[in-house]
Nanobody, 126 residues
Framework: QVQLVESGGGLVQAGASLRLSCAASGRTFTFRNYAMGWFRQAPGKEREFVAAISWSDGSTYYADSVKGRFTISRDNAKNMVYLTMNSLKPEDTAVYYC?????????????????WGQGTQVTVSS
């Protein structure tokens, strides 16, 4: 089984920063062969794409709403993926999910992801 465990969420004021972490594990899971994504779901809204990083060349992709403020990165030696969030806004409030896919394209599409974490809550107060 593959496990993705998020951490680093919390309650912060607008303008603050947070770094989310996602630890990936699994007996047959080769982390470096998976693209990793971050998605979020706010109350009453559908889950939406935030950022993704490819497995092949480390290319990164971002939702327009977070471009320039969020940075996704990965450490293949530690089986970790991170989401550094700067200049947080109240509209960033959501549960943030880490995900993994063996696909190399369409990384903004949540339906291509094979594995999901349980999520971590991020709350940004105004």
């Amino acid at each position: 089984q593959v496990q993705l465990v998020e951490s680093g969420g919390g309650l912060v004021q607008a303008g603050a920063s947070l770094r989310l972490s996602c630890a990936a594990s699994g007996r047959t899971f080769t982390f470096r062969n998976y693209a990793m994504g971050w998605f979020r779901q706010a109350p009453g809204k559908e889950r939406e794409f935030v950022a993704a990083i490819s497995w092949s060349d480390g290319s990164t992709y971002y939702a327009d709403s977070v471009k320039g403020r969020f940075t996704i990165s990965r450490d293949n030696a530690k089986n970790m993926v991170y989401l550094t969030m700067n200049s947080l806004k109240p509209e960033d409030t959501a549960v943030y999910y880490c995900s993994a896919t063996s696909r190399a394209d369409d990384l903004e599409d949540q339906y291509i992801y094979n594995y999901w974490g349980q999520g971590t809550q991020v709350t940004v107060s105004s």
